[in-house]
């Protein structure tokens, strides 16, 4: 079940490190859950929700490095690393494969929070980009193999009779193909949907010389 309300993911293998973190993060209203070890994490059904990950950087068995780099094939949540070890070239590594931030222990509970925060409003963000470009492609799946290819002439704004030169059929139909493609695509103006096309990174079709 989806929700808006955010969670913290936890992963350090000192429960007394999970503890005062759990604690801290919920007594700001957040939901949050802990976990000991890469593989737990990787392992547990996670909610669909806002979300980000506070990371220890050295943990039994696959490292904190390694559990980015997992994470970083699919959508997994902001990361926020935090290390009692770090040391320059794994911070540089860690923050050139995405890492929001870089928090050596000791650290202060608002350096933590203020993390957190900026790591659920980019994956607030990219939940919406996702969500949005699920649905352009769902509008854009309905069209027909001929709409899609007149598609790219459209939004590179040729003329009906251009296009139809190209693709060889009549400026009627195409006129026809034009306004089931921006129907079915739910754009209300050419601009509209070029913007749409640049987002599914459809390119736009170039009139032969």
Known sequence: MTSDNPIVFVVDDDYRVREALSSLIASVGLDVTAYGSAAEFLEADKPDQPACL????????????????????????????????????????AMKAGAIEFLPKPFGDEDLLKAIDAAIALDRAARQERAELADLRKHYDLLTPREREVLPFVVAGLANKQTAAELGTSEITIGVHRGQVMRKMGAGSLAELVRMADRLRIARGTPRL
């Not at 949540?77 to 935090?82: A, K, L, M, Y």
């Open 54 to 93: 506070v990371l220890d950087l050295e943990l039994p068995g696959p490292s904190g490095l390694d559990l980015q780099r997992e994470l970083a094939n699919g959508s997994g949540p902001p990361i926020i690393f935090i290390t009692g070890h770090g040391d320059i070239p794994s911070s540089v590594r």
